[in-house]
């Protein structure tokens, strides 16, 4: 039932976060049934495979959508994204870095 449930919510919003699907999938069972549900990751499954969904084999395959790279606020959270083969990934924000930096050039 609720893995029904996951597989129709996922093709009817598919641009909503895997993770919030199930939570709000979730939502509508007793702690009882919950507790004798599959892991997350299998749970998890059952969003990504109506949605064609595979996981990427090589770090050229990965892709961000706009909500994992910015905060709730709209800040950008995806601070560099290196032209390398290695593809290097850093995530923070400005203002992040502009604290570290202060914190860094005081001394207490």
Do not use: W
Not at 47 to 62: S, W
Request: glycine share 2%.
């Amino acid at each position: 039932m609720l893995r029904e449930k996951i597989k129709h919510m996922a093709l009817a919003t598919p641009t909503i976060a895997p993770c919030k699907l199930i939570a709000t999938a979730k939502r509508d069972f007793p702690v009882e049934v919950l507790q004798a549900l599959p892991s997350e990751q299998t749970l998890y499954n059952h969003v990504r495979r109506p949605l064609g969904i595979k996981d990427p084999k090589t770090r050229d395959e990965i892709m961000f959508d706009d909500f994992m790279t910015k905060c709730r606020d709209g800040t950008e959270f995806l601070y560099k994204e290196s032209e390398d083969p290695r593809r290097i990934l850093i995530f923070t924000t400005e203002s992040n870095l502009d604290v570290r930096l202060f914190l860094a050039s005081t001394s207490i």
